[in-house]
T-cell receptor, first 111, second 111 residues
Framework: DVKVTQSSRYLVKRTGEKVFLECVQDMDHENMFWYRQDPGLGLRLIYFSYDVKMKEKGDIPEGYSVSREKKERFSLILESASTNQTSMYLC??????????FGQGTRLTVV | KQEVTQIPAALSVPEGENLVLNCSFTDSAIYNLQWFRQDPGKGLTSLLLIQSSQREQTSGRLNASLDKSSGRSTLYIAASQPGDSATYLCAVRGSSYKLIFGSGTRLLVRP
């Protein structure tokens, strides 16, 4: 079974905090993605990485950064959390020519 | 710019019915199309992946078809069950790494 593990199911953080969301895979896939999902807006790509230390901005990168120091781990960082970053965050992996797999999601609330 | 549309947005059927969910996309230059299922508050579960060279894929009671020239895919669910109730999302992958998602069809199968 493919495993994409996100570090937390639920998080509550205060405005201005630095927040780390971690994603770990056990499939050795090259590509890893961070999406956020909001009612009425669907899934939107924040950042993706196609190799260690490589990253590219997605559609909504503002207010976020990422880190990929090892192939199996992709971290999403909220530099200074704001209430408009309250959302469901989803990590995904995809190898070349194969299906994408998602983690269980992290419901982040910023108060 | 690729756009993915799913119709209907919501569907309610009695148990046992066969049903079809629709997905359309504007740019036929895709590498593959993937169908996902999402239960409330959870991540996405991969159902079927169709490569651009394929016409259909089957898994159990699910059958997905792809017509690239017309920019359409359908997901056929046979003999629906209450456990099939979920949101179904389709996503296409083009020449870039990212998946472009539709907004989903929310399915309710009534006992």
């Amino acid at each position: 079974d493919v495993k994409v593990t996100q570090s937390s199911r639920y998080l509550v953080k205060r405005t201005g905090e630095k927040v780390f969301l971690e994603c770990v895979q056990d499939m050795d896939h090259e590509n890893m993605f961070w999406y956020r999902q909001d009612p009425g807006l669907g899934l939107r790509l924040i950042y993706f990485s196609y190799d260690v230390k490589m990253k590219e901005k997605g559609d909504i990168p503002e207010g976020y950064s990422v880190s990929r120091e090892k192939k199996e781990r992709f971290s999403l960082i909220l530099e200074s959390a704001s209430t408009n970053q309250t959302s469901m965050y989803l990590c995904a992996i995809q190898g070349v020519g194969v299906e994408a797999f998602f983690g269980q999601g992290t419901r982040l609330t910023v108060v | 710019k690729q756009e993915v549309t799913q119709i209907p947005a919501a569907l309610s059927v009695p148990e046992g019915e066969n049903l079809v969910l629709n997905c359309s996309f504007t740019d036929s230059a895709i590498y593959n199309l993937q169908w996902f299922r999402q239960d409330p508050g959870k991540g996405l579960t991969s159902l079927l992946l169709i490569q651009s060279s394929q016409r259909e894929q089957t898994s159990g009671r699910l059958n997905a078809s792809l017509d690239k020239s017309s920019g359409r895919s359908t997901l056929y669910i046979a003999a629906s069950q209450p456990g099939d109730s979920a949101t179904y999302l389709c996503a296409v992958r083009g020449s870039s790494y990212k998946l472009i998602f539709g907004s989903g069809t929310r399915l309710l199968v009534r006992p």
